[in-house]
Nanobody, 124 residues
């Protein structure tokens, strides 16, 4: 069982930055951790994923060059640094854990454990 708790959401103006954190139980170290987001009326979509060791990452095209995913296994925490935020980044952001043996897909149905989500609002 993996328990995940997101934090760091909030409201920011376009062009600003936020850093989200996903704190996990100790059993998460062997799992891929990914960030997903869901805006009102839209399906949940992948944002970024990081392999268990942290050496491999994957990003959605819409966030490449703006978002960075990292993990600190000593602190059982995965971070999502979001820079140059845009209004279209507004959504509830969720972290999720999956067992793949590699970085893992950005497909929400493939992940077994989810946090409760944190709201990110970007105003223009």
């Amino acid at each position: 069982q993996v328990q995940l708790v997101e934090s760091g959401g909030g409201s920011v103006q376009a062009g600003g930055s936020l850093r989200l954190a996903c704190a996990a139980s100790t059993t998460y170290k062997s799992r891929t951790i990914a960030w997903f987001r869901q805006a009102p009326g839209k399906e949940r979509g992948g944002v970024a994923a990081i392999s268990p060791g942290g050496g491999t990452t994957a990003y959605a095209d819409s966030v490449k060059g703006r978002f960075t995913i990292t993990r600190d296994n000593a602190k059982n925490t995965v971070y999502l640094q979001m820079n140059r935020l845009k209004p279209e980044d507004t959504a509830i952001y969720y972290c999720a854990a999956g067992q793949f043996g590699y970085v893992g897909p950005l497909e929400p149905t493939r992940y077994s454990y989810w946090g409760q989500g944190t709201q990110v609002t970007v105003s223009s």
